[in-house]
T-cell receptor, first 114, second 113 residues
Framework: NAGVMQNPRHLVRRRGQEARLRCSPM?????VYWYRQLPEEGLKFMVY????????ESGMPKERFSAEFPKEGPSILRIQQVVRGDSAAYFC????????????FGPGTRLTVL | AQSVTQLDSQVPVFEEAPVELRCNYS??????LFWYVQYPNQGLQLLLK??????LVKGINGFEAEFNKSQTSFHLRKPSVHISDTAEYFC???????????FGTGTRLQVFP
């Protein structure tokens, strides 16, 4: 039973380009969470999605960031016009049900903006 | 709003020695409490969690934690550490009914031979 999959594991972009991060939840999980880990900091919640719905995006920056979790396929975190401050590790987690069910984390995508 | 404080950014310890990693939280409501471990270049793995009941929680890899409501603490302990315990440890809270986890800044445990 595969765990949470994230790709790519490493992504390098130049300022102004777009970054697309993908997350495939564990089999049977329909709840996806995205977290960002800046250097020397803990993880910060960004967004919580269920299939085709954004449930909580209170941690998402107001501009350039968007997330989706379509009916078919992985969840996508998109960052448009990246800046150096976007360099971080982005982790995806999934759970079977909402509300304090254990979240299983993927290995993360490390984004470097040159 | 909730917050989590991990006072020790690094904890060096010799193999087979006991260790305690401290975690304090702030919240106006009851919360659920978690400890996660992150090995280099990997995602987070749940060590243990406190939802209710006994305040002493046992987790994987010989770790345990004790919930102290009066001191708003949830310190992680292991009586005898191994080299393989070298990793980053994160304490997190989640209010009942909420979906997101709120993490501390992490404690790097370095075990020396």
């Amino acid at each position: 039973n595969a765990g949470v999959m994230q790709n790519p594991r490493h992504l390098v972009r130049r300022r102004g380009q777009e970054a697309r991060l993908r997350c495939s939840p564990m089999k049977g999980h329909s709840h996806v969470y995205w977290y960002r880990q800046l250097p020397e900091e803990g993880l910060k919640f960004m967004v919580y999605l269920q299939k085709e719905n954004i449930i909580d995006e209170s941690g998402m920056p107001k501009e350039r960031f968007s997330a989706e979790f379509p009916k078919e396929g992985p969840s996508i975190l998109r960052i448009q016009q990246v800046v150096r401050g976007d360099s971080a590790a982005y982790f995806c987690a999934s759970s079977h049900a909402r509300t304090n069910n254990e979240q299983f984390f993927g290995p993360g995508t490390r984004l470097t903006v040159l | 709003a909730q917050s989590v404080t991990q006072l020790d950014s690094q904890v060096p310890v010799f193999e087979e020695a006991p260790v305690e990693l401290r975690c304090n939280y702030s919240s106006s409501v009851s919360v659920y409490l978690f400890w996660y471990v992150q090995y280099p270049n990997q995602g987070l793995q749940l060590l243990l969690k406190y939802l209710s009941g006994s305040t002493l929680v046992k987790g994987i890899n010989g770790f345990e934690a004790e919930f102290n409501k009066s001191q708003t603490s949830f310190h992680l302990r292991k009586p005898s550490v191994h080299i393989s315990d070298t990793a980053e440890y994160f304490c997190a809270v989640s209010p009942p009914g909420a979906d997101k986890l709120i993490f501390g800044t992490g404690t790097r445990l370095q075990v020396f031979p």
